[in-house]
């Protein structure tokens, strides 16, 4: 069974970065097909795609979010790493990762709130 469990912070300033950690137990970051994936969910608004990495490393971005985002992995401790830079109030969500393969959004972490706010 795969687990996914985000970690980090649940409050951050205003023009700070937000960096936050997926740690994944029950199958490797590294295995093929799979994309592992940081999606959120602001209030009142629907899920919003961030960005990813996959079994190979390559990352893949949102368009809207390209330039300040960073998603990074450490193999050694099978966990995939989220930075979100120049965070604002509207950045305040709920935080998800969530492994991908053949298309299906299969295992999620159960999600982190995070209140961007001084």
């Known amino acids: 069974q795969v687990q996914l469990q985000e970690s980090g912070p649940g409050l951050v300033k205003p023009s700070q970065t937000l960096s936050l950690t997926c740690t994944v137990s029950?199958?490797?970051?590294?295995?093929?097909?799979?994309?592992w994936r940081w999606i959120r969910q602001s209030p009142g608004k629907g899920l919003e795609w961030m960005g990813a990495?996959?079994?190979?490393?390559?990352?893949f971005y949102s368009p809207s979010l390209k330039s300040r985002t960073s998603i990074s992995r450490d193999t050694s401790k099978n966990q995939f790493i989220l930075q979100l830079m120049s965070v604002t109030p509207e950045d305040t969500a709920v935080y998800y990762c969530?492994?991908?393969?053949?298309?299906?959004?299969?295992?999620w972490g159960q999600g982190t709130q995070v209140t961007v706010s001084s």
């Open positions: 969530v492994r991908e393969g053949a298309f299906l959004m299969d295992y």
């Open positions: 990495i996959n079994w190979a490393g390559h990352t």
């Open positions: 029950g199958g490797l970051i590294t295995t093929y097909p799979y994309y």
